[in-house]
């Protein structure tokens, strides 16, 4: 039996824009997801995920003759539920060539669903990891950040950037644009955390910027105006100048808002944060719904959310130099 554990991410900056050539900034933080896998001689693949539910059932599926879980809710549900951990095992028996190899897999994560922490791509990596030690293969972080990067690609229909995998992988802060990964020197930041509790699909988030995109230059021209926020983000963060950290991190919030990935509960946590005091407040990941990351040192913006309606949860986020991490 192998477990492994990977964070989860808020994006400092450049999230949508990276899948198509911009740099982003994502930094990893201490809410992780854990990976059990345990070899089975069969070759079917089984689940147990207590956090995954559809229609308030957990899911858990696999390793029967019908593996599909038993729920009944639409097979497009089921897909997107399942996909991303099917979609880990294929690496993983493609990457050690143990196309028959079985396992069962359970998932335990402190990283909300679809909110825009990374979840999927924590759950990725710790489940490439720990299937592919299981079968003893130890993959370099930059191999397995590949291999997850692979996963997120596929469900993603091929539109998705290596940053969330690189950034789970590897830890800490890092810099993604296009191929390019590399990990980033950051100050510590006050990061606060505030959740809908809600989640957006980041497939159809994403296919609906590359048709607005498509269909107006100026949509475009707001993708390459995030690249010029995140490259002036970059020059703030190597002077430690939190101030202008949390400028940019408004004006990128205006521009994917512009590009119609908020919605009016992360626009309501993003003005409560601001109204409280925060240096700066943007939505993180697809957007849609789930979290807001916004800086501030002191206890206002907490405060503040946790009184904001449509705010299910507040709460500061240490940043981690730790990505993956090898259990046992
Ligand atoms: N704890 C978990 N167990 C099983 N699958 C998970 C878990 N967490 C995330 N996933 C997978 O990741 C998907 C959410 O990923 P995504 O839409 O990219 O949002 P985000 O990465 O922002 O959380 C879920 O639908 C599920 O397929
Ligand atoms: C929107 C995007 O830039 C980030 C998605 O992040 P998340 O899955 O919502 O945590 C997509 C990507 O980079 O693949
Ligand atoms: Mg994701």
Same mark, same amino acid.
Not at 17 to 32: L, M, N, S, W
């Given at each position: 039996m192998t477990r492994s554990s990977a964070p989860g991410k808020v994006y400092l900056f450049g999230?949508?824009? &990276?899948v198509y050539g911009e740099p982003a900034v994502p930094c990893a933080i201490e809410r992780r997801a854990r990976v059990e896998v345990e070899r089975r001689d069969d070759g079917h693949l089984r689940v147990n995920a207590e956090d995954l539910s559809l229609n308030g059932f957990t899911v858990e599926y696999g390793a029967t003759a019908d593996s599909r879980p038993d729920v009944d809710v639409p097979e497009s549900l089921v897909t997107a539920a399942t996909q991303y951990v099917d979609g880990a095992i294929e690496q993983v028996r493609a990457v050690t060539g143990a196309e028959d190899a079985g396992f069962d897999v359970t998932i335990e994560s402190d990283i909300p669903l679809g909110a825009g922490l990374g979840s999927s791509a924590a759950v990725v990596v710790a489940a490439i990891d720990a299937a592919t030690r299981?079968?003893? &293969?130890?993959l370099e972080p930059a191999e397995l950040a590949a291999r997850a990067y692979r996963?997120?690609?596929? &469900?993603?229909?091929?539109?998705a950037s290596r940053a969330d995998t690189f950034c789970s992988a590897t830890g800490g802060a890092v810099r993604v644009e296009g191929e390019d990964c590399r990990s980033l020197e950051a100050p510590d930041l006050p990061i606060v955390i505030g959740f809908d509790g809600g989640a957006g699909d980041t497939g159809q988030l994403v296919a609906g910027v590359r048709s607005l995109r498509e269909e107006y230059d100026f949509a475009a021209d707001t993708v390459e105006a995030i690249g010029d926020v995140v490259r002036n983000g970059e020059d703030a963060l190597a002077d430690g100048d939190v101030e202008e950290i949390g400028r940019l991190m408004d004006f990128n919030h205006g521009l994917l808002s512009a590009l119609g990935?908020?919605?009016?509960?992360?626009?309501?946590? &993003?003005w409560a944060a601001r109204d409280a005091g925060a240096h700066g407040a943007k939505l993180t990941g697809a957007g849609g719904g789930g979290c807001i990351v916004a800086l501030d040192p002191t206890?206002?913006?907490e405060t503040a959310l946790s009184?904001?309606?449509?705010?299910?949860?507040?709460?500061?986020?240490?940043?981690t130099e730790t990505g993956v991490e090898r259990l046992e």
């Amino acid at each position: 039996m192998t477990r492994s554990s990977a964070p989860g991410k808020v994006y400092l900056f450049g999230e949508h824009a &990276v899948v198509y050539g911009e740099p982003a900034v994502p930094c990893a933080i201490e809410r992780r997801a854990r990976v059990e896998v345990e070899r089975r001689d069969d070759g079917h693949l089984r689940v147990n995920a207590e956090d995954l539910s559809l229609n308030g059932f957990t899911v858990e599926y696999g390793a029967t003759a019908d593996s599909r879980p038993d729920v009944d809710v639409p097979e497009s549900l089921v897909t997107a539920a399942t996909q991303y951990v099917d979609g880990a095992i294929e690496q993983v028996r493609a990457v050690t060539g143990a196309e028959d190899a079985g396992f069962d897999v359970t998932i335990e994560s402190d990283i909300p669903l679809g909110a825009g922490l990374g979840s999927s791509a924590a759950v990725v990596v710790a489940a490439i990891d720990a299937a592919t030690r299981e079968l003893g &293969v130890t993959l370099e972080p930059a191999e397995l950040a590949a291999r997850a990067y692979r996963t997120e690609s596929q &469900v993603q229909d091929g539109q998705a950037s290596r940053a969330d995998t690189f950034c789970s992988a590897t830890g800490g802060a890092v810099r993604v644009e296009g191929e390019d990964c590399r990990s980033l020197e950051a100050p510590d930041l006050p990061i606060v955390i505030g959740f809908d509790g809600g989640a957006g699909d980041t497939g159809q988030l994403v296919a609906g910027v590359r048709s607005l995109r498509e269909e107006y230059d100026f949509a475009a021209d707001t993708v390459e105006a995030i690249g010029d926020v995140v490259r002036n983000g970059e020059d703030a963060l190597a002077d430690g100048d939190v101030e202008e950290i949390g400028r940019l991190m408004d004006f990128n919030h205006g521009l994917l808002s512009a590009l119609g990935v908020s919605s009016r509960s992360l626009d309501t946590m &993003v003005w409560a944060a601001r109204d409280a005091g925060a240096h700066g407040a943007k939505l993180t990941g697809a957007g849609g719904g789930g979290c807001i990351v916004a800086l501030d040192p002191t206890d206002e913006t907490e405060t503040a959310l946790s009184f904001t309606p449509g705010c299910e949860d507040a709460f500061r986020a240490e940043l981690t130099e730790t990505g993956v991490e090898r259990l046992e």
